[in-house]
């Protein structure tokens, strides 16, 4: 882990250098240049003074990429070397951008490593003081408030299924509600089969039928005296996805333990935003359940009524994180919100349009989509809208049903799977609703920019600055 003080430490000084530094003999390496000049050090890769304890990173631009990159490799030469403090000396504009590289980049998920007893004493050696020059006390406490909720949601997504079924992640969200911290502040409901068929969510249910374990609607409350605006997130929580009986290949079905990646991003923010007291009314709305098979699975060719009264003619049951979904948007539309903003691993149509590391964010309402992009890429996370069309919309018709759960068409497939849930959007709601399908950024298989392998926690820092933008107005 990396702790970030405000004191300078009695460790290595950590020095950004670019190549304009060199050729200029900047101030900032005025106490080494001649030793950097005999190495011939071009400003790439890193150099230590032993002399003055000074680790000098080089560095293309300081642009968001390159300070990340930069800060990384710092990381790795400072814990390889068991250093336990740092000072940073930079421009107080990027402090934000270094405070979570560090904290994120440290981010180790070994929970199920045997240890080595010989390594038993050595923890410590990953725990580093970082100190910035000139940033605010106020900056770095909510740049580890948040780094720490997003480590919390990639720990969540990371957990396997044997552990994090449907009753260990709502489990999780009222245990979390119950903190001290969270006292008075926060409440808490757990809903399960029976309040989901009182309400009449015939669409979740049905994904949970094969299910050993119980479907929840969580909804988490978090409401200040003087909330400006109201806002409600909700998130696909599927523990465990095989596809149900449209079974995924092998190769698939691996990974879909970060299923569940929506409704924990969700639960992070939730968290984040009421730790921050933010003066905004915040309900967080998480479908948790998994898509099973069994005898008493949910079939192809199978109507649904879901929550709204609209009936879904079934032709493929991995497509079931939008059932869930359909539910829980039907749910969110009672608490009379401003905006509705659902997230969600949708669909792998949405990694083939945008790669990997973008998020598709969706919705009737241009401003609103271009405001969370916005947000996002302030939060260095990268979103892009999808544009909705009536001709795609089309092949979502059903000749039994009021709608299909998937389209007719392979192409488009997360711009159809958002114009379905958008068929359980009231009018009303229509300019007030974002989808964003995170199936790309949210587990990754290997390491990219402050993200290891595995869970990245991404749109959880996008959401917080989406909702502190909207009720600045």
Same mark, same amino acid.
């Given at each position: ?59 293309? =631009? ?27 000396d930079i421009d107080d504009k990027f402090s934000a951008t270094i405070a979570y590289a560090f904290l994120l980049g440290s981010y180790k998920f070994d929970r199920f490593k045997s240890k080595d007893p010989k390594e038993s004493d050595s923890t410590d050696s990953r725990i580093l003081s970082i ?119 092998? =190769?698939? *079905? ?31 709305? *998480? ?108 092949l979502l018709e059903s000749k039994i049903a009021d709608v299909s759960n998937i389209s007719s068409s392979r192409y488009g497939g997360a711009i159809t799977a958002g114009l379905f849930l958008s068929e359980f959007i009231r009018e009303e709601y229509k300019e007030k609703w974002v989808h964003v ?19 990245s926690g991404i749109a959880l820092r996008s959401i917080v600055h989406f909702v502190k933008n909207y009720i600045k107005g």
């Amino acid at each position: 882990m990396v702790k970030l003080t405000n004191t300078k430490n009695e460790g290595v000084q950590l020095v950004l250098v670019t190549k304009t530094d060199i050729d200029n003999n900047a101030s900032n390496i005025a106490a080494d240049l001649e030793l950097l000049k005999a190495f011939n050090f071009k400003a790439k890769g890193n150099f230590f003074s032993q002399k003055n304890k000074i680790l000098y990173i080089g560095i293309k =631009d300081f642009s968001v990429d390159s300070l990340e990159s930069a800060c990384l490799s710092a990381l790795n030469v400072l814990t390889e070397w068991k250093i336990e403090s740092a000072f940073i000396d930079i421009d107080d504009k990027f402090s934000a951008t270094i405070a979570y590289a560090f904290l994120l980049g440290s981010y180790k998920f070994d929970r199920f490593k045997s240890k080595d007893p010989k390594e038993s004493d050595s923890t410590d050696s990953r725990i580093l003081s970082i100190s910035i020059k000139n940033a605010s006390p106020s900056l770095l406490d909510e740049v580890s408030l948040v780094s720490k909720e997003v480590c919390f949601v990639r720990d969540l997504v990371n957990t396997p299924p044997n552990i994090a079924n449907s009753t260990y992640l709502a489990y999780v969200a009222r245990d979390k509600s119950l903190e001290k911290e969270f006292k008075d502040k926060v409440t808490c409901n757990l809903y399960d089969n029976d309040f989901l068929e009182s309400q009449k969510m015939g669409a979740f249910l049905a994904v949970n039928q094969a299910s050993n374990f119980p479907a929840y609607l969580v909804h988490l409350v978090y409401k200040p005296k003087k909330a400006k605006k109201k806002v409600v997130l909700v998130g696909k929580g599927l523990v465990y996805d095989t596809g149900g009986l449209s079974l995924k290949p092998a =190769d698939y *079905m691996t990974t879909m333990k970060a299923d569940k990646a929506g409704a924990c991003t969700v639960l992070g923010a939730f968290f984040a935003i009421a730790k921050l007291e933010l003066d905004v009314e915040l309900h967080a709305i *998480m479908g948790i359940t998994d898509n099973a098979i069994g005898k008493n699975a949910y079939r192809p060719d199978d109507v649904l009524v879901s929550r709204e009264g609209k009936t879904i003619e079934v032709k493929n049951t991995d497509a079931e994180g939008r059932l869930v979904l359909a539910d829980c948007l039907s749910y969110a539309q009672d608490l009379g919100a401003d905006v509705i903003l659902d997230f969600a691993t949708l669909t792998g149509a949405c990694v083939v349009a945008l790669g990997e590391y973008t998020s598709g964010v969706m919705g009737f309402n241009d401003e609103l989509k271009d405001s969370f992009v916005k947000a996002s890429l302030e939060a260095n996370e990268l979103a892009h809208t999808l544009p909705f069309n009536p001709h795609l919309k089309k092949l979502l018709e059903s000749k039994i049903a009021d709608v299909s759960n998937i389209s007719s068409s392979r192409y488009g497939g997360a711009i159809t799977a958002g114009l379905f849930l958008s068929e359980f959007i009231r009018e009303e709601y229509k300019e007030k609703w974002v989808h964003v399908d995170i199936a790309g950024p949210a587990y990754v298989e290997k390491t990219w920019s402050v993200n290891p392998s595995g869970a990245s926690g991404i749109a959880l820092r996008s959401i917080v600055h989406f909702v502190k933008n909207y009720i600045k107005g």
